[in-house]
């Protein structure tokens, strides 16, 4: 008779199971959503930072430019030709003057009059005139973007931004003897029609 031998080792382990559930999956896709929306909307917000940024540089440069070149035309102004239309409390939105171009014979050569002035045939701008009002005027823009007053204030008859003038437009001029200040205002829309402004006040010397 023949004896079969049973084995007695240990019985055969099941593996453990591999992947994930469906459960594990979700939650998983759930969490990776999640991060991207923060990631992207972190990306918008610094987008858009970086916009607001660029503009007020923009609008900040445009209106110290624009302020640079209407000081030095003014202060090669003479004096004695400088005039605007209103004196203090009220302010002139336009400035005339004539300027010396050079000296012939020992004698200054006097400009053709001109005139700086916030106009509209495009928008609010500060243009420059050779000439004004005459067959040969010469227009030049020098700034557009003008704010219709000067940050602060309102039309209302009063001086709502307390610097002793009433009602001052987006340019200003105030003259003073042979001073004259000038106040310029600059306002562009942003993102979603948010306003950027940026307002420069200077007071420089004309020519004696």
């Not at 930072?49 to 035309?73: F, G, K, M, P, Y």
């Not at 004698?107 to 928008?123: D, M, R, Y």
């Not at 008859?157 to 307390?162: K, P, T």
């Not at 105030?174 to 600059?186: A, Q, Y």
């Amino acid at each position: 008779m023949r004896i079969h031998a049973h084995s007695t080792g240990p019985r055969e382990r099941t593996c453990p199971r591999s992947g994930f559930t469906l459960l594990e999956v979700l939650v998983a896709a759930a969490l990776a959503g999640v991060l991207l929306f923060n990631i992207q909307l972190l990306v918008t917000d610094a987008r858009e930072d970086l916009e607001d940024t660029t503009l007020q540089s923009e609008v900040n440069l445009q209106a110290q430019r624009a302020l640079d070149r209407i000081a030095l035309a003014v202060m090669g102004a003479l004096a004695s030709d400088v005039h605007v239309k209103k004196s203090a409390p009220d302010s002139s939105d336009t400035i005339h003057y004539t300027s010396v171009v050079g000296f012939e014979d020992g004698q200054p050569v006097i400009s053709e009059p001109q005139s700086i002035a916030l106009t509209a045939q495009s928008g609010r701008e500060v243009s420059w005139y050779s000439k004004p009002g005459t067959s040969e005027e010469t227009r030049v823009v020098w700034a557009r973007h003008l704010r219709e007053f000067c940050a602060g204030e309102v039309a209302n008859g009063l001086d709502d931004n307390g610097n002793g003038l009433v009602d001052e437009k987006g340019l200003a001029f105030e003259v003073d003897g042979p001073m004259v200040t000038i106040c310029l205002t600059i306002e562009r829309p942003g993102r979603d029609g948010k306003l950027v402004t940026k307002r420069l006040e200077t007071r420089v010397t004309c020519r004696n």
